[in-house]
Structures are given as structure tokens and as C-alpha cells.
């Protein structure tokens, strides 16, 4: 019998198999090694293989297209309901297959080499900036051990490392130098790298025009919008901005029940990395709007009446309404002429 769609569970180096025909009868049940699975769908006529969205999926999902199959990426937080009794890998990847097929499944959009790529900046940046705050963090503990304590920020930061690079500041023992200098030559090096990385993504945000038109929204940097412009490189794929912020997380989490609304903090779900950027974003807006509040008379109004980090998420929400409406739509952000109401 001929198969016409697969739930395809995969891993590292053992993938199981489920298919079924056109009468929905399991036609084969079967665990593949890495090696073996490309050799496996070549020797299949085109059908349907549904994937969860999970790391190494989007890889795959590029290579099976290349052989003629309809691939589908779901979350797999939608594929767990579809899951019988106990979890093992031939259960997900009937779970899979079963989940595939439904009309209400959403679906990921499968990206490209070139996003993937792209992406992979952002995730190495924000690695290497953890890892400098890691660095920053120990060399301040050390050196307060001793009874050095220097001001918050860079500058902070910049006369720590002339303290240990000074061989004739008595106030550092010679072992406390020897073990903090390993550390400033490891802090010098990461910002040197990371240095290297914003300088790629300059690059990326100006060959994008995409990219450019997100600049323009208040909040939204370079980084902010080459990632989200790598990230969405299909904006249709939702419906409104609302969608689009649903996905990054920044709409409330609901828990209504017998026609009772309640709406709790924000769910947090999709790109964590997005949501992050864009929060963020929005607090720097909100300083600026501190500091002259006849700039953003709306934010002015709104942060005399709630705290200022719900004010943070709702701009973050309605930045990224605007972003979506720009990718949709094209032109650039026009700021709003709004008087202050009394």
C-alpha cells in the first residue's frame, strides 16, 4: 500500500517512523538510524511528514522538501495531546502522524539556511554578553573581597581593569593579580568578539530593507530589528499584530471559565529572545518619556496610573503590533500626534 503520510519523530541518531495509506491503516512502524532515513524517503513516493518543531527539525525538514515531500512543522506542545498512554518514540511518532492530518493543527513555518544563519549571530551574541556579565560579575566579587568597589556601568568596569593592569597599585596581593588578570585577558577578548558579531549584524541590517523600516519604531534598535526581521521572514503567517504578539508572548495568559474573563500576567510563550529584546526596548522608551514627557504624552498618562513594568510589557505588546504592521504592510514608523487629555 501506498503511504500517504508519516509522523516522523526525530533525534539525534535513532528516528522511529510511523505511515499509514489512504485507509488510515498503519502500513510501517519502524526505527531508522541517522544515516539510513534520507535513503529511506527516497525510496518513498511524496506524501505528507509532519515534525515537531524541535531542534535539528527545520534541517530536516529542508532536506525531505528537496525529495518531493509536503513537510509540516508543529510545536510540540500541540502534538502531546495526541500522545496514548505512555511517552516513548514510536507513541510521538504516532502522535505526530495522527496530529499532522488535523485541519485546526497550527503549523511552523520552515526557515531557510540563510535565517538560520542569520539567527546564529544573535543566539552567539547574547551567549558572549552572558558570558562578559559573568565575567564583570566575578571580577567586582573578587576585587570587593579586597575592598575595591568601583561605580556601576562601564566606567566602573574600565577602572577596575587599570587597577589589576597596575603593577604598582599596592592594594592587590601578587596571587589576587595573577588570577584577576586571567580574567580581564578573557573580558578583553569576549569584547573583542563581541564587537566582531555587532559589526556582522550592521552589515546584515543594511543590506535588509526590511530591517531598516523596523529601525524607525521608537525602542526598536539594530539588533531588535535584524532579529525580528530574521525571525518573520513571512509576516502573513499572522493574521494581526495581535497574533504576532500572542506568539512572542506578550499578550495576558487567560483562565476564564462559565463566561468569567480573567486575565492574568503574560503568557511568555514563543521567542523568548524576541520578547526579551523588546521589553527591554520599551524601558528605554519609557526613560526618554520620563525625562521629557511631552514627547510621549500617551506613555506620560498611562505611567501615572500603573507600575512602570506593566507599562514596559504594554509598549513592548504595541511595538510589536507596529513591527508586524510594517512588515505587512511596508513604509516607516510615523510617529502619532496625540494632545494630553486633562
Same mark, same amino acid.
Given at each position: 500500500? $501506498?503511504?500517504?503520510?508519516?509522523?516522523?519523530?526525530?533525534?539525534?541518531?535513532?528516528?522511529?517512523?510511523? !505511515?499509514?495509506?489512504?485507509?488510515?491503516?498503519?502500513?510501517?512502524?519502524?526505527? *531508522?538510524?541517522? !544515516? +539510513?532515513?534520507?535513503? &529511506?524517503?527516497?525510496?518513498?513516493?511524496?506524501?505528507?511528514?509532519?515534525?515537531?518543531?524541535?531542534?535539528?527539525?527545520? %534541517?530536516?525538514? @529542508?532536506?525531505?522538501? @528537496?525529495?518531493?515531500? $509536503?513537510?509540516?512543522?508543529?510545536?510540540?506542545?500541540?502534538?502531546?495531546?495526541?500522545?496514548?498512554?505512555?511517552?516513548?518514540?514510536?507513541?510521538?511518532?504516532?502522535?505526530?502522524?495522527?496530529?499532522?492530518?488535523?485541519?485546526?493543527?497550527? &503549523?511552523?513555518?520552515?526557515?531557510?539556511?540563510?535565517?538560520?544563519?542569520?539567527?546564529? $549571530?544573535?543566539?552567539?551574541?547574547?551567549?558572549?554578553?552572558?558570558?562578559?556579565?559573568?565575567?564583570?560579575?566575578?571580577?567586582?566579587?573578587? /576585587? #570587593?573581597? =579586597?575592598?575595591?568597589?568601583? #561605580?556601576?556601568?562601564? +566606567?566602573?568596569?574600565?577602572? *577596575? =581593569?587599570?587597577?589589576?593592569?597596575?603593577?604598582?597599585?599596592?592594594?592587590?596581593?601578587?596571587?589576587?593579580?595573577?588570577?584577576?588578570?586571567?580574567?580581564?585577558?578573557?573580558?578583553?577578548?569576549?569584547?573583542?568578539?563581541?564587537?566582531?558579531?555587532?559589526?556582522?549584524?550592521?552589515?546584515? %541590517?543594511?543590506?535588509?530593507?526590511?530591517?531598516?523600516?523596523?529601525?524607525?519604531?521608537?525602542?526598536?534598535?539594530?539588533?531588535?530589528?535584524?532579529?525580528?526581521?530574521?525571525?518573520?521572514?513571512?509576516?502573513?503567517?499572522?493574521?494581526?499584530?495581535?497574533? &504576532?504578539?500572542?506568539?512572542?508572548?506578550?499578550?495576558? @495568559?487567560?483562565?476564564?471559565?462559565?463566561?468569567?474573563? +480573567?486575565?492574568?500576567?503574560?503568557?511568555?510563550?514563543?521567542?523568548?529572545?524576541?520578547?526579551?529584546?523588546?521589553?527591554? !526596548?520599551?524601558?528605554?522608551?519609557?526613560?526618554?518619556?520620563?525625562? +521629557?514627557?511631552?514627547?510621549?504624552?500617551?506613555?506620560? $498618562? /498611562?505611567?501615572?496610573?500603573?507600575?512602570?513594568?506593566?507599562?514596559?510589557?504594554?509598549? #513592548?505588546?504595541?511595538?510589536? @503590533?507596529?513591527?508586524?504592521?510594517?512588515?505587512?504592510?511596508? !513604509?516607516?514608523?510615523?510617529?502619532?500626534?496625540?494632545?494630553?487629555?486633562?
Amino acid at each position: 500500500m $501506498q503511504i500517504t503520510t508519516i509522523g516522523l519523530d526525530i533525534a539525534k541518531n535513532v528516528f522511529q517512523v510511523h !505511515g499509514i495509506d489512504g485507509n488510515e491503516t498503519v502500513v510501517v512502524r519502524k526505527q *531508522l538510524r541517522r !544515516g +539510513k532515513l534520507i535513503a &529511506f524517503f527516497e525510496s518513498l513516493a511524496p506524501c505528507l511528514v509532519g515534525i515537531e518543531a524541535c531542534a535539528t527539525a527545520h %534541517h530536516w525538514a @529542508r532536506e525531505l522538501t @528537496r525529495l518531493g515531500h $509536503q513537510v509540516r512543522l508543529m510545536p510540540a506542545k500541540d502534538v502531546k495531546a495526541y500522545v496514548k498512554r505512555n511517552k516513548n518514540d514510536a507513541a510521538d511518532a504516532a502522535a505526530i502522524c495522527e496530529a499532522v492530518r488535523r485541519p485546526t493543527m497550527r &503549523f511552523v513555518r520552515i526557515k531557510s539556511t540563510d535565517q538560520q544563519c542569520q539567527l546564529m $549571530q544573535h543566539r552567539t551574541r547574547d551567549l558572549m554578553m552572558r558570558q562578559r556579565t559573568q565575567l564583570i560579575n566575578a571580577l567586582r566579587a573578587h /576585587l #570587593a573581597e =579586597l575592598g575595591i568597589v568601583a #561605580a556601576m556601568g562601564d +566606567k566602573g568596569v574600565t577602572e *577596575l =581593569l587599570m587597577i589589576v593592569a597596575d603593577e604598582d597599585d599596592g592594594r592587590l596581593p601578587v596571587e589576587a593579580r595573577a588570577s584577576l588578570a586571567l580574567l580581564a585577558a578573557q573580558l578583553n577578548a569576549l569584547q573583542m568578539l563581541i564587537g566582531s558579531l555587532e559589526k556582522q549584524i550592521k552589515m546584515q %541590517h543594511r543590506a535588509n530593507p526590511a530591517s531598516q523600516r523596523l529601525e524607525t519604531i521608537p525602542g526598536i534598535g539594530i539588533i531588535g530589528a535584524t532579529a525580528i526581521a530574521a525571525t518573520v521572514a513571512d509576516p502573513t503567517v499572522f493574521r494581526s499584530g495581535r497574533d &504576532f504578539a500572542a506568539w512572542i508572548g506578550l499578550v495576558p @495568559r487567560q483562565e476564564s471559565s462559565g463566561g468569567k474573563h +480573567k486575565l492574568g500576567s503574560i503568557s511568555k510563550r514563543g521567542d523568548r529572545y524576541l520578547r526579551r529584546i523588546l521589553v527591554v !526596548g520599551a524601558h528605554s522608551v519609557l526613560r526618554r518619556a520620563m525625562e +521629557k514627557p511631552g514627547k510621549y504624552p500617551w506613555l506620560t $498618562q /498611562l505611567m501615572a496610573r500603573r507600575p512602570f513594568k506593566v507599562v514596559a510589557v504594554a509598549l #513592548a505588546n504595541k511595538m510589536a @503590533r507596529m513591527a508586524w504592521a510594517l512588515l505587512t504592510y511596508g !513604509g516607516t514608523y510615523r510617529a502619532p500626534r496625540l494632545s494630553i487629555v486633562p
